[in-house]
């Protein structure tokens, strides 16, 4: 669903598990590719498990996560790309 930065560590939150490992927050995004987006310098989102978003947050599941300022616009834009079938 997403994935969780705490300093040098990785959380990857799924739907039954978390599995954390160590890793740069910029190679896994890289990693991962176009299906992920960044909300946050914390957070990279699934953006087929997003539920809503509201511009300052992003649901995903029961969880709310905060989207920063500065990523707000490429995350609208990705979701919204996946959302209408375009990615």
């Given amino acids: 669903l997403y994935l969780q930065s705490e300093g040098r560590q990785i959380h990857l939150i799924t739907l039954s ?4 490992f160590y890793k ?3 190679d896994v995004h890289a990693e991962l590719g ?11 989102v699934q ?6 978003f509201t511009g ?5 599941g029961k969880h709310v996560l905060p989207v920063s300022r500065s990523n707000r616009a490429n995350a609208m834009e990705a979701i919204a ?6 990615v």
Avoid at 34 to 43: A, E, L, N, S
Avoid at 47 to 52: E, F, I, P, R
Avoid at 56 to 60: A, K, S, Y
């Fill in 17 to 20: 598990r978390k599995y954390t």
């Fill in 24 to 26: 740069k927050m910029d």
């Fill in 34 to 44: 176009d299906g992920f987006v960044r909300i946050h310098q914390r957070y990279l």
């Fill in 47 to 52: 953006c087929s498990a997003v539920d809503s």
């Fill in 56 to 60: 300052e947050n992003v649901t995903v």
């Fill in 81 to 86: 790309k996946h959302l209408l079938g375009q």
